[in-house]
């Protein structure tokens, strides 16, 4: 796996996913599961259940990939990386909007345009034989 | 070229493009046309630099990076000397400036990896470890984000823009904001119509 950046960065990103999933059940026990309004995750990030939810999936599978081969933790880095970033721009929109079912806020948005561009920047420059990146 | 020389290149190239394009925004048209161009092909090449071995069209590149450069120089000298306000306010040095940073770390790079390579003094390089090449990567990241986002601020675009998560329909522009030197009662009675109690 230290060979890999793909795999390398997948186990970390994934990690930290994981266990932002897990910490936010702590501070989202008075909000709804879809509620616009969620509870605050270390003063910062506005997280509510199904934001929790989504955390644990991605984190989870950013793992898994990065624990079962280069080219899965590759494929994976880029999907997620896109669906960030795609996640990212449509969070400038559902901030402040009824439709805002992942409570997102603008810390969380920051967050995640950095995730989606690291994962997105690696899985496409990193672990392939035309870049020479771990080849 | 290693792969943490060419992420960094396609770092500081991607940031140009960004910074071109925004400063579409409020500049004239014969100067905004050439500079939505250049920045969208800036920020595709820095993207394809990502993917690639080697980067695409390297000698092409170097002068691409130059010739905006070059051309800021030579538009502020001309702004000063036919005295054209206008033409200079669109030349703020710290979107430009920024911009050039970027070219120049683009185009001494290219720069010193083609005398190199002509030299024949070009090692070949060795794939980096994968913790040093994310590091870089990150470090890269991080340093053109830091750089860019205030040239993204001194823009046209940029001081219109509103604060992240704080959208409202009272947000007044930075450049906009009243002041209490040199207001002038005589536009602001100019729209104070007679029985007209606002919108």
């Known amino acids: 796996m230290t060979r890999s950046p793909n795999r390398m960065l997948g186990a970390i990103v994934g990690g930290f996913f994981v266990l932002f999933g897990l910490l936010g059940f702590t501070v989202t026990g008075g909000a709804g599961f879809f509620a616009t309004e969620g509870g605050m995750l270390a003063s910062m990030f506005q997280v509510n259940g199904f934001h929790n939810v989504i955390h644990l999936v991605v984190g989870a599978a950013l793992v898994l990939a990065a624990l079962s081969n280069r080219a899965a933790a590759r494929a994976v880095n880029s999907g997620l990386g896109f669906a960030l970033l795609l996640l990212g721009f449509a969070g400038l929109l559902l901030i402040g909007s009824e439709f805002n079912v992942l409570a997102l806020n603008a810390a969380g948005n920051v967050l995640h345009f950095a995730a989606a561009v690291v994962l997105l920047l690696v899985g496409i420059g990193a672990d392939s034989r035309v870049t020479g990146v771990s080849a | ?199």
């Open chain 2, 1 to 199: 070229m290693s792969a943490i020389t060419r992420t960094w290149i396609a770092f500081a190239a991607v940031g140009t493009g960004l910074i071109h394009v925004a400063l579409v925004i409020g500049s004239p048209l014969a100067l905004g046309i050439p500079l939505a161009i250049l920045g969208v092909v800036e920020f595709g090449w820095g993207i394809l630099a990502f993917t690639r071995d080697t980067l695409p069209f390297a000698r092409i590149a170097m002068v691409v990076a130059v010739a905006p450069l070059v051309t800021w120089g030579l538009l502020l000298t001309a702004a000063s000397v036919f005295q054209n306000p206008a033409l200079g306010a669109s030349l703020d040095v710290v979107p430009w400036g920024i911009a050039a940073l970027f070219q120049l770390f683009v185009a001494g790079t290219l720069a010193l990896h083609s005398r190199r390579t002509r030299e024949g003094t070009n090692a070949t390089a060795s794939a980096p470890s994968a913790g040093r090449y994310l590091i870089a990567l990150t470090v890269g990241a991080l340093a053109v984000a830091a750089l860019t986002t205030p040239a993204l601020a001194a823009t046209e675009a940029g001081i219109y823009a509103q604060p992240h998560g704080e959208h409202d329909g009272s947000f007044t522009p930075q450049r906009d904001v009243p002041t209490d030197e040199g207001t002038d009662e005589g536009v602001d009675d100019m729209f104070n119509l007679p029985n007209h109690e606002g919108h």
